[in-house]
C-alpha cells in the first residue's frame, strides 16, 4: 500500500479519536529506523506516523551537504517506496519546527513593532532596546544581543515550509502528497505570536490537504536544538483558558492536531522526576466542548512521553490523544543490541592483538539488523500500549 492519502489520514484520525486509541509516530533518521518500524506496524496489523525532524533531514542528506530540507525528502520517498509492500496505512509527518528572528512573520512582526514605537530596526539583526523593553518575553532569552540565540532554530522558512511548496508541486502534478503533516511549534512565542503564526502556517496546509500540528505550552526537557531544561515548570501545564484560545484561533482555517502540554519531558529520566498530569488534558477538552459544544474537541498529541507507564498512557487515550511520538525509547532500542554487539564480540569486530577479526562480525548489516529488530519490538510495545493494534483501515477506506 503506498502512504496514506490525506482522506484516508482523516479516516485514521476519526477512527482513532472515536475508538479511544492513538497512533504511534516514530522518528526515524536511517533506513534501518524506517525498516523496524513498518515491520511493527504490519506485524501488530496497526496503522501508524512515520516522522522525519529537521535534524534527522540534515543528516539523512550527507554531512558535508547539511540540507535538512533535501535529506527530508530522501526519507519520505524512502518510506513511500518501502511502505508500498506492507499491507496497513502509514502517514508521514515532520516533528517539532521552531520559528526564529530571521523567520518572514516574526521579521515582519519586529518591523510592526519597530514601527510602532519609533525605534530602527538595526541591518545586522540585532533588537532594538526599546523593543524588549515593549516585550519581556524577548528579554526571557536572557542575552539580548543574542536573541536569535533563544529564538534560534528558526526553521519556518528554510524547512517548513520549502516541504509544504514541495508537496504543492507534487499536486500540480498529480502526484501524492509527499508529507500528509506538519508540526510548527511556535510554543517559544507568547500565544498570541504563537497562534498568529500557526494561522498562517494551517493557511497554507489547507489548500494541499495537509494537517498541521501545533503546540501551546512548553514540553520540557531537551531535543533536537530545543532546551527547554530549565523552564518554569508552571509553563509545562496548559491551561484549559490556552486551549479555549487556541481553538478560537484555528477552528475554521484547516484541520489540526494540537500538542497541549501536561508536563511532559523529552528525553528520559528516572521513575518519579517527571509529573504528568493527564487530567489536564481532561480538563482542557471540557472548557473547549463546554463552550463550542462535542464537535470542538481537539485531536490531541502525546510528547515526551518516554518512560510512561501504561496505565497514564491509556487514561490519555480517553482524553482525545490520537498520537504519540516515540524517540528516545527507539533511540535506545536500536542502540541496545549494537552496544551488546560491540561489548560481546570485541574481538570480532575488532582487529586485536595481531588478528584479523571477523568479517561477518563486522559486517555492518549484522548489528544494523538486530537494531531494526530491536525497534520493531519496542515499536511493538508502544502500538499495544496505544491500542491501535488490529485496527488497521487498510482496504477499507
Ligand atoms: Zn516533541
Known amino acids: 500500500m503506498p502512504i496514506a492519502t490525506p482522506k484516508q489520514y482523516a479516516a485514521m484520525l476519526d477512527a482513532a479519536q472515536k475508538g479511544n486509541y492513538a ?102 539583526g540585532t533588537i532594538p532596546e526599546a523593543i524588549f523593553a515593549a516585550h519581556p518575553w524577548l528579554r526571557d532569552k536572557k542575552d ?42 511556535a510554543s517559544n512565542l507568547p500565544l498570541e505570536l504563537n497562534m498568529g503564526m500557526s494561522q498562517e502556517i494551517l493557511k497554507e ?30 509553563k509545562l501545564y496548559t491551561t484549559p483558558e490556552d486551549m479555549v ?46 463552550k463550542f459544544g462535542e464537535k470542538a474537541a481537539f485531536d490531541l498529541v502525546f510528547h515526551g512521553g518516554s518512560g510512561t507507564p501504561s496505565h497514564e498512557i491509556h487514561e490519555t487515550l480517553g482524553y482525545g490523544v490520537i498520537k504519540m511520538n516515540i524517540d528516545t525509547d527507539t533511540q535506545y532500542a536500536f542502540t541496545r543490541p549494537i552496544a551488546e554487539h560491540m561489548f560481546r564480540g570485541f574481538d570480532k569486530v575488532l582487529k586485536v592483538d595481531g588478528e584479523i577479526g571477523e568479517k561477518d562480525a563486522y559486517d555492518p548489516r549484522a548489528y544494523l539488523k538486530l537494531a531494526e529488530n530491536s525497534v520493531a519490538k519496542r515499536m511493538g510495545e508502544a502500538i499495544t500500549d496505544l491500542k491501535s493494534d488490529g485496527k488497521t483501515l487498510f482496504g477499507q477506506v
Open 23 to 124: 497512533y504511534a509516530a516514530i522518528n526515524i533518521t536511517s533506513i534501518s529506523g524506517i525498516n523496524g518500524a513498518l515491520q511493527a506496524f504490519a506485524d501488530l496489523k496497526s496503522d501508524g506516523i512515520i516522522q522525519v525532524s529537521s535534524g534527522a533531514g540534515e543528516f539523512a542528506s550527507g554531512q558535508k551537504v547539511k540540507d535538512s530540507v533535501l535529506g527530508s525528502i530522501v526519507l519520505a520517498e524512502a518510506i513511500h517506496t518501502l511502505a508500498s509492500k506492507y499491507n496497513v496505512l502509514i502517514a508521514l509527518h515532520t516533528d517539532h519546527c521552531q520559528p526564529g528572528v530571521k523567520d518572514s512573520y516574526l521579521k515582519n512582526w519586529l518591523k510592526s513593532e519597530a514601527a510602532r514605537l519609533k525605534v530602527e530596526l538595526p541591518a545586522d
Open 144 to 185: 539580548p544581543k543574542a536573541v536569535d540565540k533563544g529564538l534560534r532554530g528558526g526553521k519556518v522558512d528554510s524547512w517548513l515550509k520549502p516541504l509544504i511548496k514541495e508537496t504543492a508541486k507534487r499536486r500540480a502534478a498529480g502526484q501524492p502528497n509527499l508529507f500528509q503533516s506538519h508540526m510548527l511549534d
Open 245 to 290: 484560545a487556541v481553538y478560537e484561533a484555528l477552528n475554521g482555517l484547516g484541520r489540526y492536531m494540537f500538542a497541549a502540554t501536561f508536563g511532559n519531558v523529552h528525553g528520559h529520566y528516572k521513575p518519579g522526576a517527571v509529573k504528568l498530569r493527564p487530567d489536564i488534558l481532561k480538563k482542557g477538552q471540557d472548557a473547549v466542548v463546554k
Open 205 to 234: 496546509c489547507t489548500p494541499n490537504e495537509i494537517i498541521l500540528e501545533v503546540e501551546a505550552g512548553v514540553v520540557g526537557g531537551k531535543e533536537e536544538g530545543m532546551d527547554n531544561t530549565d523552564v518554569d515548570h508552571s
